[in-house]
């Protein structure tokens, strides 16, 4: 009932007239129908020869069939536009969806992505859903007018619908075919996608070409389509088997019922008139029966459509919280007791984690690869949601702020950073949507990140006529974009720098460190590996076995010659060397 709901709202919503007119089509429909009945009537009226049978029978059989065709024909074409302008809606939406589930849960776990895959299959089916309901409706009305004509017929003829029965199991049978085909088809078709993407991915292409992987790829996309395609080609297969039995058993039904009211009539027990009916319904019982129940099954599998839709749509809102996001740190942020595993594993990251940080100052996080550093910072900025525990800012609970109200209280720099392909303008200027054109902004963040390069109405990217850059250039771009939000609460650079030398980095931290007032009680959370950068930090915090291993001033933690101290030490040695 949701799904149709959905379907509704969203047509009324795009064309409320073309809405409106999709009931003209059930109505015409149910004209033309209406034909047999007049048929009998003008052939009683003739072999009787009853002038008014005659008369009306005629008026009403072209009236009645005109209009009916007409209105049948009209409506039909309005609703393949209506059915277009739903699709354009609901590609939109699922764009914009995709793009705006909160957190990036669903990139870790395989039942979204199988979800995920489904839709973007289907999704052209989303366009056909009002066509679907509007068939369904004129198929069920079509249904009725026969059921009631065939009455009027000879009610033995509605033995003719006894044949609906196995019709129906078989067409239920077809749809459950369908459905475990097209989910046991959804895992080989991702990955051949995933695949495909591989080999048209220019920052693979290097080694695809070097260890020769270009025929092996193929191969195997190759292999995963024909994986894809056999469950679907099976079901389809006994669907149509299923199919001719059902249409053989239908035409024995007919010529006995036929056979029956001609002899009834000819025994003199029927009028003529029922035996043009039964001929006519004849035609139609198909209609009658089959029809309704393809319409409704058809429609179900488009609702299964939009189902995954609902669910995205769901997944989509799933995030909690509504406060507004503070207009500054007073106190500072405290973990309290944050632990954390990444959806769908075991290895739990963080264990019970007590960490403040107060506010209006630089805390540096160190440790070993795989320490959970990057972790830390997906947490706070809500990426993911911890799995015990929970991350306040001056006591308030950050999974109770409006999600995105938070983060556009953030800025950060990624060690995986996009690449922008537009103006450089505009690939820094997106760090603060708002200011997007602004140029004197755009300005100062480019030379603060020392990534004045190009121009700043350059193209980038070779594909689109532009420069392409190197990949340290690419990173100072993105810190460029870190920079871009002058009063966030938190600022993170997550090892934003590792494609630069250790010279430029210190540069860079030094002018970054400038372009805070650090009125608002900013927090600066820096990753990084180089301890000379770390040592400018106002506190270092020590992450190791996932949890806080040290906490203090870079000169206490030397000073305590601990797990720090060691790292410190291995580090100065080798650039000693
Ligand atoms: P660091 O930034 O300190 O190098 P990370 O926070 O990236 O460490 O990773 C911490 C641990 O979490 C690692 O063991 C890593 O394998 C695991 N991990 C990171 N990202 C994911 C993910 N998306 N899914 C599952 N495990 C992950």
Known sequence: M??????????????????????????????????????????????????????????????????GWQLDLSASQWRMVLGEKVAHAFDTEIARLSAELPTLEHFERAEYQDQLELLRQRQGQLGNSMSALAVTVKAICAGLTVLILLVIAHPAMLALVLLAL???????????????????????????????????????????????????????????????????????????????????????GVIVAVGFVLYQAIQGQSAPGDVVLAIYLSQQVQTAVIWPIQAVTGFGRTLHTVSRFLWLVDNAR??????????????????????????????????????????????????????????????????????????????????????????????????????????????????????????GRVRTAITRSNADVLEQDAQLGTSWGGTDLSTGQWQRLALARGLMRTNPLVRFFDEPTASLDAFTEDALFDSMARATDGANGMITILVTHRFSTVRSADRVVVLADGGVAELGTHRELLDRDGRYARLYRSQADAFAD
């Open 2 to 67: 949701r799904e149709i709901r959905v379907l509704i709202a969203t047509a009324w919503r795009v064309d409320r007239r073309l809405t409106l007119a999709m009931i003209a089509e059930p109505f015409g429909n149910t004209l033309v129908l209406m034909s047999g009945l007049w048929l009998a009537m003008l052939t009683n009226g003739v072999i009787q020869q009853d002038t008014r049978q005659v008369v009306i029978g005629v008026a009403a059989l072209v009236l009645g069939a005109g209009l």
């Open 166 to 252: 196995p019709a129906l199991l078989i067409t239920k049978a077809q749809q459950r075919w369908r459905a475990t085909a097209e989910d046991s088809s959804a895992l080989p078709g991702r990955t051949a996608r995933h695949l495909r993407t591989i080999a048209q991915d220019r920052d693979a292409a290097v080694e695809i070409r070097l260890f020769g992987l270009a025929d092996n790829l193929e191969r195997r996309i190759d292999a995963l389509w024909n994986e894809q395609r056999r469950p679907v080609e099976h079901a389809e297969r006994k669907v149509a088997l299923a199919s001719l039995a059902q249409q053989v058993l239908y035409v024995i």
């Open 318 to 439: 799933a995030a909690t919280g509504s406060l507004p996001a503070p207009e500054q740190i007073v106190d500072g942020i405290r973990l309290e007791n944050v632990s954390f595993r990444y959806p769908g594993t075991q290895k739990w990251v963080l264990r019970n984690v007590d960490l403040t940080i107060p506010a209006g100052g630089v805390l540096a996080v160190v440790g070993e690869n795989g320490a959970g550093k990057t972790t830390l910072v997906k947490l706070l900025t809500r990426m993911y949601e911890p799995t015990e525990g929970r991350i306040t800012v001056d006591g308030v609970d950050i999974a109770d702020l409006d999600v995105e109200a938070w983060r556009e209280r953030l800025a950060a720099a990624f060690q995986d950073f996009a690449r922008f392909e537009f103006t450089l303008q505009q690939a820094v200027g997106v760090g603060d949507l708002p200011h997007l054109d602004d140029t």
